[in-house]
């Protein structure tokens, strides 16, 4: 393969570094399936996929495989995609739900969660402050109307935790719903009518594959270039926060920081984030240096 021009737009140490580093896929759906394949064709050489679902006609319509995968696993289905994206790719995968798994997180460098169910997400996110995994998840809202994304690194501001208690708060009281892409709420026959589906799940994904390449082509030490920890997206118009419209098909960068009180990051080692204080959704609505509209494409 020749991998010329993105080392050139990149630069050969960041290039580098996105081929050695080892990353870690849970939920291989329409969301997760993306970014893998989408990472694979920047150059990433090193994966661990986990899902244990099987490709269905039904998924063909929002997935980056098609219906020559049907019926295998979304491990093999999405493996033998990266390997024609990128020959030299080591993949290992577990066709496994990632609570019989955990093994599989040792010694990656970043996890990809594409799991749908915050329950799920909780779950890794205590995996992820004992391992001190930094993770990148992702969320759909419902009918795809817009999603966000959010990069936790562990040990240094919010966990998952702290940070749905701040902008999910209603969503993470919510029983379990059915297993979905990207936590989509919708009925199968509804899919049909929204043609615009896959378009908007991969607005989602696409900003968390760039979250990625962000945190993976730094430096251990280093900043990635993000604005702030957490993107908010709206494929249409979507009110955030009370009485602010975010237009359709642009984003809105926040900065979530650590809950003084969260039972969850609080009983893992103390870090420098400590010393914050917790933000409030009202808070969040006052400008700071992350708040600022930007429009996407
Ligand atoms: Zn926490």
């Known amino acids: 393969m020749n991998w010329s021009r993105v080392e050139q737009r990149i630069g050969s140490n960041r290039f580098q570094r996105l081929q050695q580093a080892k990353v870690g896929i849970v939920g291989l759906g329409s969301g997760g399936g993306f970014v893998a394949l989408s990472l694979a064709k920047s150059g990433v050489r090193h994966f661990t996929l986990v899902d244990d679902d099987v490709m269905e006609v039904g998924n063909v319509v929002r997935h980056v495989c098609d219906l020559r995968s049907v019926g295998q696993l979304k491990v093999t289905a999405v493996s033998a995609l990266i390997a024609q994206r990128n020959p030299e790719a080591v993949v290992k995968t577990y066709p496994k739900r990632i609570q019989d798994c955990w093994q599989a997180l040792a010694e990656l460098d970043l996890l990809i969660v594409g799991v749908d169910g915050e329950r799920t997400k909780f779950e890794v996110n205590a995996v992820c402050l004992e391992r001190k995994l930094t993770a990148i998840y ?3 809202y419902e009918r795809g109307e817009g999603g966000d994304v959010v990069w936790i690194r562990a040990g240094y501001g919010p966990c998952y935790a702290c940070w749905a208690a701040q902008l999910r708060e209603d969503i993470a009281a919510l029983p379990e719903g059915p297993a979905l892409d990207y936590g989509l709420s919708i009925e199968e026959q509804d899919l049909r009518a ?13 900003a968390q594959t760039h979250f990625a390449l962000a945190v993976l082509s730094e430096p251990d030490d280093g900043e990635p270039n993000l604005r702030g920890n957490t993107l908010l997206i709206a494929n249409r118009d979507l009110e955030f926060f009370p009485g602010v419209t975010t237009p359709a098909q642009s984003s809105h960068w926040i900065q979530i920081d650590r809950q003084e009180d969260c039972l969850v990051c ?8 400590e010393d914050e204080p917790p933000v409030s959704l009202q808070e969040l609505t006052a400008p700071s240096p992350f708040d600022r509209q930007d429009s996407e494409q």
């Open 194 to 206: 929204e043609p615009g589906l896959w378009l908007d799940v991969v607005r989602v994904a696409a």
């Open 138 to 140: 992702a969320g759909v």
């Open 266 to 273: 609080g009983a893992v080692s103390a870090s420098a984030a």
